[in-house]
């Protein structure tokens, strides 16, 4: 089961709806999800000492 936000919902029904306006933003849509899972990384590492052992609190 995959829990999605409403609003979601509608945003993909109507790139489904217009193919050829979706279509150009596959790529910068793939841009921001790789630089959001970058920025995720860097938050987690920071998160973590030196040695590797997470930081207590």
């Given at each position: 089961m995959v829990a999605l936000p409403r609003w979601r919902?509608?945003?993909v029904r109507r790139f489904d709806a217009f193919p050829r306006t979706?279509?150009?933003?596959a790529g910068t849509m793939l841009a921001l999800g790789?630089?959001?899972q970058?920025?995720?990384a860097r938050r987690l590492a920071a998160r973590h000492t030196p040695t590797g052992s997470p930081v207590d609190g």
């Amino acid at each position: 089961m995959v829990a999605l936000p409403r609003w979601r919902g509608g945003l993909v029904r109507r790139f489904d709806a217009f193919p050829r306006t979706a279509m150009p933003l596959a790529g910068t849509m793939l841009a921001l999800g790789r630089a959001g899972q970058r920025r995720q990384a860097r938050r987690l590492a920071a998160r973590h000492t030196p040695t590797g052992s997470p930081v207590d609190g």
